[in-house]
């Protein structure tokens, strides 16, 4: 089962939520946890896995070969994300907005495309206690991610209970994780600015059709409209966790809650249970 945690906006408690199931599931079942936020991954911080192979990460770009490239411009019009322009007596290539489809050699009538690997980023793969830790580190300057969180995706094992850490928001990054996912902890707080991205993160959900539900954290310190929404909108609140400030400190020391504060595990065995138990919208 690969469930991914996400939010639709970041600073909501996403890490901390899935490291924190990722520890209490490890208890009872093999969890393996895959840092999709490959732009700023922060789980390690949290998990302190002891790494134990790096290797780089690329994506296939286009190389054109100007000796039997006729210009005639099939490429550039396959290309949705312009990163093929066609001019008079060449053909140009921006391989910063490649996603590495292959569709332009596919279609290049002269087989004049071949592609070759551009670093992105890296791969890191390594164990916290009973837990297999996989995560990406974008390399800086890079402005496309879901090539890298497709790798990372690439490394779930079937055998686990697979806990995948999203990027925040409700953009391409977030739709390549989700993608990939039998469900989603959606982590909301009880505040107006939560509610509007929990609105747009099950928009999303809806799109494509995964089962899901709400974890509430610091449910205590705001108000019952993400409640409400939840409960007029029939979508399934898996769990709540209350403002503690043992939390807080704990967090800054790179520490877990459930380590911290161990009365917070009952909040994540609670969201194990309903997880494995089933349901979701």
């Given at each position: 089962?690969?469930?991914?945690?996400?939010?639709?906006?970041?600073?909501?408690?996403?890490?901390?939520?899935?490291?924190?199931?990722?520890?209490?599931?490890?208890?009872?079942?093999?969890?393996?946890?895959?840092?999709?936020?490959?732009?700023?991954?922060?789980?390690?911080?949290?998990?302190?896995?002891?790494?134990?192979?790096?290797?780089?990460?690329?994506?296939?770009?286009?190389q054109?070969?100007?000796?039997i490239?006729?210009?005639?411009?099939?490429?550039?019009?396959f290309?949705?994300?312009?990163?093929?322009?066609?001019?008079?007596?060449?053909?140009?290539?921006?391989?910063?907005?490649c996603?590495?489809?292959?569709?332009?050699?596919?279609?290049?009538?002269?087989r004049?495309?071949?592609e070759?690997?551009?670093?992105?980023?890296v791969?890191?793969?390594?164990?916290?206690?009973?837990?297999?830790?996989?995560?990406?580190?974008?390399?800086?300057?890079e402005?496309?991610?879901?090539?890298?969180?497709?790798?990372?995706?690439?490394?779930?094992r079937?055998?686990?209970?697979?806990?995948?850490?999203?990027?925040?928001?409700?953009?391409?990054?977030?739709?390549?994780?989700?993608?990939?996912a039998?469900?989603?902890?959606?982590?909301?707080?009880?505040?107006?600015?939560?509610?509007?991205?929990?609105?747009?993160?099950?928009?999303?959900?809806?799109?494509?059709?995964?089962?899901?539900?709400v974890?509430?954290?610091?449910?205590?310190?705001?108000?019952?409209?993400?409640?409400?929404?939840?409960?007029?909108?029939?979508?399934?609140?898996?769990?709540?966790l209350?403002?503690?400030?043992?939390?807080?400190?704990?967090?800054?020391?790179?520490?877990?809650?459930?380590?911290?504060?161990?009365?917070?595990?009952?909040?994540?065995?609670?969201?194990?249970s309903?997880?494995?138990?089933?349901?979701?919208?």
């Amino acid at each position: 089962m690969k469930i991914a945690v996400a939010s639709g906006k970041g600073g909501t408690g996403k890490t901390t939520i899935s490291t924190n199931l990722a520890r209490v599931l490890s208890g009872s079942h093999k969890v393996q946890y895959l840092d999709c936020d490959v732009e700023e991954p922060n789980a390690h911080l949290f998990l302190h896995p002891q790494i134990t192979s790096r290797r780089d990460a690329g994506v296939l770009v286009p190389q054109i070969d100007e000796s039997i490239c006729t210009s005639c411009g099939k490429c550039a019009e396959f290309c949705y994300f312009n990163a093929i322009a066609c001019l008079a007596n060449t053909t140009i290539t921006f391989h910063e907005l490649c996603h590495g489809c292959g569709g332009c050699a596919m279609v290049c009538p002269e087989r004049a495309i071949t592609e070759i690997e551009r670093p992105i980023g890296v791969i890191e793969c390594g164990i916290s206690g009973e837990i297999e830790f996989v995560h990406g580190r974008l390399n800086i300057g890079e402005a496309i991610s879901v090539p890298l969180i497709r790798q990372v995706i690439g490394h779930a094992r079937p055998d686990r209970v697979v806990i995948m850490d999203a990027p925040p928001g409700t953009a391409c990054p977030v739709v390549g994780t989700l993608k990939g996912a039998d469900k989603a902890v959606l982590v909301a707080e009880p505040t107006a600015f939560g509610l509007h991205d929990l609105t747009l993160a099950m928009d999303l959900i809806r799109e494509l059709s995964l089962p899901c539900g709400v974890f509430i954290n610091q449910f205590d310190i705001g108000d019952d409209r993400v409640e409400r929404f939840c409960e007029a909108n029939d979508i399934p609140i898996w769990g709540r966790l209350a403002h503690d400030r043992r939390i807080a400190e704990a967090y800054s020391r790179g520490m877990l809650a459930v380590d911290a504060v161990p009365e917070a595990a009952a909040s994540f065995e609670s969201l194990a249970s309903e997880l494995l138990r089933g349901g979701g919208l």
